[in-house]
């Protein structure tokens, strides 16, 4: 850990509010707010360019198991702009483009790859090398930074997740129900839980969050009162 800055893990499934809460906090805190997912999501976004992304999901993992590639290679980079992470493909910032429908149904193709995983853990850690970071994700406290004495693990019910998503889709234009939303997020649960390497877990240590009645500024008070008590 004597590499790093001060980290703040925030680990947790789809639409617990962990991207909402870590801005927050870092705004509050002075850090910078690292999002693994936008990563995650931006390496999914160069890959639908490679190999097309297919009328359904299924159809671009099975061209993405055909295809030969090295993710370190894809021109995914990110930087700090005005003290955000800006997330770029090929140079230029990918903006919302990384938070469409369709990428969301691809993404977990990406997130199942260890190499694809160890390269967002690389950018995370060159991240902490240079600043204070609020960090979310599915393994931030487990593998990401495991020596980080503040661990925090936010969860919702799947119902209270699903509607969170579909006010975002909404306010896009995008066209989506509750029910196949539902879906979605428990199946994406079942695999980031039984992932075999960067699987979703709390870590012994982490400090559990239900989110499913609280608003975003509820939570960010609940952590700084916890880290307040840690440090």
Do not use: W
């Amino acid at each position: 850990m004597e590499e790093f800055k001060t980290i703040i893990a925030l680990d947790g499934p789809a639409g617990s509010g962990k991207s909402t809460v870590a801005n927050m906090l870092a705004d509050r805190l002075g850090y910078i707010h690292a999002d693994s997912g936008a990563m995650y999501r931006t390496l999914t976004l160069a890959l639908m360019e490679c190999v097309g992304p297919g009328d359904q999901p299924e159809e671009f993992g099975e061209r993405l198991r055909n295809y030969v590639y090295d993710p370190g290679a894809l021109g995914v980079e990110v930087a700090l702009d005005a003290s955000r992470q800006s997330n770029r493909l090929r140079g230029q910032d990918v903006g919302d483009r990384i938070r469409t429908p369709d990428v969301t149904a691809r993404i977990r193709y990406i997130a199942d790859s260890r190499a694809c995983r160890e390269v967002v853990n690389e950018l995370l850690r060159r991240f902490a090398r240079l600043t204070p970071l609020v960090a979310d994700g599915r393994d931030i406290g487990t593998v990401v930074f495991p020596e980080t004495p503040a661990k925090f693990y936010l969860d919702a019910s799947v119902n209270v997740r699903a509607l969170r998503r579909l006010a975002d889709f909404q306010k896009q234009g995008a066209q989506i129900t509750l029910e196949s939303l539902e879906r979605e997020i428990a199946a994406r649960d079942e695999q980031d839980r039984n992932r075999p390497f960067g699987a979703l877990a709390q870590a012994p240590d982490a400090i559990l969050i239900d989110t499913s009645h609280l608003s975003p500024n509820d939570v960010v008070h609940r952590i700084l009162s916890r880290l307040q008590i840690q440090f």
